[in-house]
Protein backbone atom coordinates (compact mmCIF):
# COMPACT_ATOMS: atom_id res chain seq x y z
CA UNK A 1 0.00 0.00 0.00
CA UNK A 2 2.54 2.78 1.04
CA UNK A 3 4.50 1.89 -2.48
CA UNK A 4 1.23 2.83 -4.29
CA UNK A 5 0.68 5.74 -2.44
CA UNK A 6 4.63 6.98 -3.23
CA UNK A 7 3.56 5.97 -6.92
CA UNK A 8 0.17 7.80 -6.69
CA UNK A 9 1.67 10.83 -5.69
CA UNK A 10 4.88 11.04 -7.79
CA UNK A 11 2.67 10.52 -10.62
CA UNK A 12 0.33 13.50 -9.11
CA UNK A 13 3.46 16.17 -8.18
CA UNK A 14 4.33 15.14 -12.02
CA UNK A 15 1.23 15.88 -13.47
CA UNK A 16 0.86 19.00 -11.53
CA UNK A 17 4.14 20.44 -12.46
CA UNK A 18 3.75 19.53 -16.07
CA UNK A 19 0.55 21.85 -16.07
CA UNK A 20 1.83 24.45 -13.77
CA UNK A 21 5.61 24.57 -15.12
CA UNK A 22 8.71 23.84 -13.09
CA UNK A 23 9.59 27.12 -11.77
CA UNK A 24 8.20 30.47 -10.88
CA UNK A 25 7.67 33.23 -13.09
CA UNK A 26 9.43 36.30 -12.89
CA UNK A 27 9.16 39.57 -14.73
CA UNK A 28 11.47 38.41 -17.90
CA UNK A 29 11.52 34.65 -17.18
CA UNK A 30 9.73 32.82 -20.30
CA UNK A 31 10.27 29.90 -21.65
CA UNK A 32 11.48 30.76 -24.97
CA UNK A 33 10.28 30.54 -28.55
CA UNK A 34 8.09 27.47 -28.65
CA UNK A 35 8.86 24.97 -31.75
CA UNK A 36 6.03 26.39 -33.64
CA UNK A 37 7.33 30.27 -33.23
CA UNK A 38 11.04 29.07 -34.18
CA UNK A 39 9.45 27.94 -37.16
CA UNK A 40 7.33 30.66 -37.78
CA UNK A 41 9.99 33.15 -37.51
CA UNK A 42 12.32 31.01 -39.14
CA UNK A 43 9.46 31.53 -42.33
CA UNK A 44 9.50 34.85 -42.09
CA UNK A 45 13.06 35.06 -42.33
CA UNK A 46 14.18 38.98 -42.14
CA UNK A 47 10.31 40.61 -42.55
CA UNK A 48 8.65 41.96 -39.46
CA UNK A 49 5.37 40.01 -38.12
CA UNK A 50 2.43 40.92 -36.44
CA UNK A 51 3.13 37.96 -33.85
CA UNK A 52 6.82 40.06 -33.88
CA UNK A 53 9.33 38.35 -35.27
CA UNK A 54 13.03 38.74 -33.38
CA UNK A 55 14.71 37.42 -36.31
CA UNK A 56 13.47 40.51 -38.94
CA UNK A 57 16.19 43.19 -40.03
CA UNK A 58 13.91 45.84 -37.81
CA UNK A 59 14.79 43.03 -34.66
CA UNK A 60 18.36 42.47 -35.67
CA UNK A 61 19.19 46.18 -35.84
CA UNK A 62 17.54 46.43 -32.51
CA UNK A 63 19.56 44.64 -31.65
CA UNK A 64 16.74 41.79 -30.39
CA UNK A 65 18.27 38.25 -28.94
CA UNK A 66 17.32 35.63 -31.61
CA UNK A 67 15.49 33.78 -28.77
CA UNK A 68 13.36 36.21 -27.62
CA UNK A 69 9.34 34.97 -27.33
CA UNK A 70 6.81 37.22 -25.93
CA UNK A 71 5.95 37.20 -22.47
CA UNK A 72 2.17 38.59 -20.97
CA UNK A 73 -0.74 39.66 -22.84
CA UNK A 74 -1.22 41.47 -25.74
CA UNK A 75 -2.60 44.84 -25.90
CA UNK A 76 -3.72 47.28 -28.31
CA UNK A 77 -3.89 51.06 -28.97
CA UNK A 78 -6.41 52.71 -30.01
CA UNK A 79 -7.73 55.53 -31.64
CA UNK A 80 -11.44 56.60 -30.98
CA UNK A 81 -12.96 53.20 -32.09
CA UNK A 82 -10.34 52.30 -34.51
CA UNK A 83 -7.70 49.82 -32.92
CA UNK A 84 -4.23 51.05 -34.56
CA UNK A 85 -1.24 49.33 -33.05
CA UNK A 86 -0.62 46.12 -31.04
CA UNK A 87 1.70 46.24 -28.08
CA UNK A 88 3.71 43.17 -26.72
CA UNK A 89 6.63 42.19 -24.32
CA UNK A 90 9.53 39.95 -25.00
CA UNK A 91 11.73 37.89 -23.20
CA UNK A 92 15.49 36.37 -24.35
CA UNK A 93 16.48 33.95 -21.95
CA UNK A 94 19.57 33.45 -23.56
CA UNK A 95 20.57 37.25 -23.48
CA UNK A 96 18.58 37.53 -20.02
CA UNK A 97 17.12 40.23 -21.13
CA UNK A 98 13.13 42.16 -22.15
CA UNK A 99 11.83 43.97 -24.89
CA UNK A 100 9.16 46.52 -26.03
CA UNK A 101 7.36 45.80 -29.46
CA UNK A 102 5.09 47.38 -31.11
CA UNK A 103 3.06 46.43 -34.44
CA UNK A 104 1.22 49.47 -36.45
CA UNK A 105 -1.71 48.15 -38.41
CA UNK A 106 -1.70 48.15 -41.86
CA UNK A 107 -5.10 50.18 -41.93
CA UNK A 108 -3.76 52.16 -39.72
CA UNK A 109 -0.92 52.78 -42.25
CA UNK A 110 -3.13 52.86 -44.69
CA UNK A 111 -4.68 56.45 -44.03
CA UNK A 112 -0.78 57.76 -45.27
CA UNK A 113 -0.45 59.62 -40.91
CA UNK A 114 3.01 60.22 -39.64
CA UNK A 115 3.67 59.66 -36.22
CA UNK A 116 5.92 59.39 -33.48
CA UNK A 117 6.38 55.90 -31.82
CA UNK A 118 7.58 55.59 -28.42
CA UNK A 119 8.12 52.02 -27.07
CA UNK A 120 9.99 50.06 -24.18
CA UNK A 121 9.85 48.08 -20.86
CA UNK A 122 7.78 49.58 -17.94
CA UNK A 123 10.03 48.74 -14.81
CA UNK A 124 7.48 49.41 -11.92
CA UNK A 125 9.78 49.41 -9.40
CA UNK A 126 12.16 52.51 -10.85
CA UNK A 127 9.27 54.04 -12.35
CA UNK A 128 10.50 54.13 -15.53
CA UNK A 129 10.70 53.44 -19.14
CA UNK A 130 13.65 51.27 -20.12
CA UNK A 131 15.05 50.36 -23.11
CA UNK A 132 13.50 53.66 -24.82
CA UNK A 133 13.25 54.01 -28.23
CA UNK A 134 11.97 56.65 -30.04
CA UNK A 135 10.79 57.01 -33.65
CA UNK A 136 9.96 60.55 -34.73
CA UNK A 137 7.83 61.27 -38.48
CA UNK A 138 7.54 57.40 -39.68
CA UNK A 139 5.18 55.35 -41.41
CA UNK A 140 6.78 52.59 -40.60
CA UNK A 141 5.16 48.95 -38.89
CA UNK A 142 7.49 47.35 -37.03
CA UNK A 143 9.44 48.93 -33.71
CA UNK A 144 11.18 46.69 -30.97
CA UNK A 145 12.72 48.76 -27.98
CA UNK A 146 16.84 48.35 -26.94
CA UNK A 147 17.12 45.79 -24.47
CA UNK A 148 16.15 46.25 -20.72
CA UNK A 149 18.21 44.56 -18.08
CA UNK A 150 15.18 44.12 -15.81
CA UNK A 151 14.27 40.73 -15.93
CA UNK A 152 14.58 40.70 -11.79
CA UNK A 153 11.86 43.63 -11.64
CA UNK A 154 8.21 43.38 -12.72
CA UNK A 155 7.39 45.17 -16.17
CA UNK A 156 5.41 45.68 -18.97
CA UNK A 157 5.70 46.53 -22.58
CA UNK A 158 5.10 50.17 -23.19
CA UNK A 159 3.87 51.82 -26.53
CA UNK A 160 2.82 55.42 -27.26
CA UNK A 161 1.63 56.31 -30.27
CA UNK A 162 1.59 60.52 -31.25
CA UNK A 163 -0.23 62.01 -34.24
CA UNK A 164 0.05 65.22 -35.70
CA UNK A 165 -3.44 66.86 -35.18
CA UNK A 166 -4.60 65.05 -32.54
CA UNK A 167 -5.53 66.15 -29.21
CA UNK A 168 -3.67 63.43 -26.81
CA UNK A 169 -1.01 60.76 -27.40
CA UNK A 170 -2.27 57.13 -27.66
CA UNK A 171 -0.60 54.58 -25.37
CA UNK A 172 -1.01 51.12 -23.69
CA UNK A 173 0.42 48.98 -21.35
CA UNK A 174 0.82 44.89 -21.52
CA UNK A 175 0.35 42.94 -18.10
CA UNK A 176 2.19 43.30 -15.14
CA UNK A 177 5.06 40.32 -15.23
CA UNK A 178 6.42 39.51 -12.18
Given at each position: ?14 A ?8 V??A ?43 I ?9 T ?75 AD ?20
Amino acid sequence: MRRVQMTLVATVAGATMSLLGTGVASAGVGPGATPQQRTANAAAGTAGTEAGNPLSAVATAAGVCADAAQIGTTEYIYRDTETIASVKQFYSPSCDKNYGYVWAWKSFLDQNVNFTLTVGVWAYERSALVGKRVVFDTHAQEFWSAAADTADECTSADGTISIPDYPVPLSTRTSKRC
